[in-house]
């Protein structure tokens, strides 16, 4: 995805021109730690130690920063940062917890898309939380593999809590609890696909019923063998690690905590390829 400066600088005059509160419902500060963890960040105040303190200080206690000061702010460099920081931001600027009106979201996102447009890109709709709609950025013409459910219900049921959990979290703690439900979705799936006789293991030692890791390399080895399936099966392995890595993680965060439900989800969904529960895409 490439977002020009000239769609960044539409989608902020829309945010200013059309009075739209980035923050929702959220104080700023709030809405930030969604995103970014602010006691990393510095403080432009030299009263206090971090970005946590200077923000909560000018947007909630006194309020004597611009509305959309954050545009402008070369901690985040919205406008001329990366494309993933931008599309996150105006993704987040849309979700359940911070718009709580669904028309005005509806509203927010359709007029974010006639700006994406010009850049191929779209803000579509990929799961819900509660009935509500979770927006990501997209290309307009992305071939979609893994939106219908994979057929094993637990898998497709805990993938679902995974969802719910790393929308909702907001600690250290609650970012941890998702790298341990993704080791469950991990043990569950390994458990749908794993056949022992099917899947030998690669040295003298057999899989347990619980062990993800040994029972998923046995099955990629298997069913990814050969020097034709070596980047596929180096990328699965790699997958694996990093969805088993945040729940030992005691400084988890948003970013850790993504990168292990989507090293999940990748893991799951090449298992269905390989199984043929994916068999042809559609395009959004």
């Known amino acids: ?148 459910p994979t057929g094993w219900m637990k898998v497709d049921r805990q993938l679902q809590e995974v969802r719910a959990r790393l929308d909702g979290a907001a600690t250290e703690e609650q970012f941890q609890a998702v790298g341990l439900l993704c080791r469950e979705v991990l043990i569950t799936v390994a458990q749908e696909v794993f056949d022992a006789a099917k899947h030998p293991g690669i040295d003298d030692k057999q899989a347990s019923d619980t062990d993800a890791r040994r029972m998923l390399e046995q099955i990629f080895e298997t069913e990814l063998r050969g020097s034709a399936n070596e980047e596929a099966r180096a990328h699965a392995k790699a997958a694996v690690r990093l969805a088993l890595a945040l729940q030992h993680k005691r400084t988890a965060d948003f970013r850790t905590a993504a990168l292990c439900a989507e090293g999940t989800v990748s893991v799951v969904n090449m298992l269905a390829i390989l199984t043929e529960r994916r068999g042809r895409t559609t395009l959004v």
């Not at 920063?65 to 702010?73: G, K």
């Not at 931008?86 to 700006?115: C, G, M, W, Y």
């Not at 290309?139 to 979609?144: D, H, I, M, Y």
Request: glycine content about 4%.
């Open 1 to 148: 995805m490439e977002i020009s400066e000239v769609t960044r600088r539409a989608i902020i005059d829309y945010f200013e021109l059309d009075q739209v509160n980035w923050a929702g419902r959220l104080n700023d500060d709030e809405f930030l730690a969604r995103l970014y963890d602010l006691t990393k960040l510095p403080s432009h105040d030299h009263r206090f130690a971090n970005a946590a303190g200077d923000i909560r200080q000018h947007t909630v206690n006194n309020s004597d920063w611009d509305p959309n000061w954050v545009f402008y702010d070369r901690r985040f460099n919205l406008l001329h940062g990366s494309d993933g920081d931008f599309l996150r931001f105006i993704a987040q600027t849309v979700h359940p917890i911070v718009r709580s009106d669904p028309k005005e979201a509806q509203e927010i996102v359709a007029a974010f898309n006639k700006f994406l447009a010009a850049d191929g890109l779209v803000l579509a709709e990929t799961r819900s939380v509660s009935g509500r709609p979770i927006f990501e950025a997209r290309s307009a013409s992305r071939a979609v593999v893994f939106d219908e």
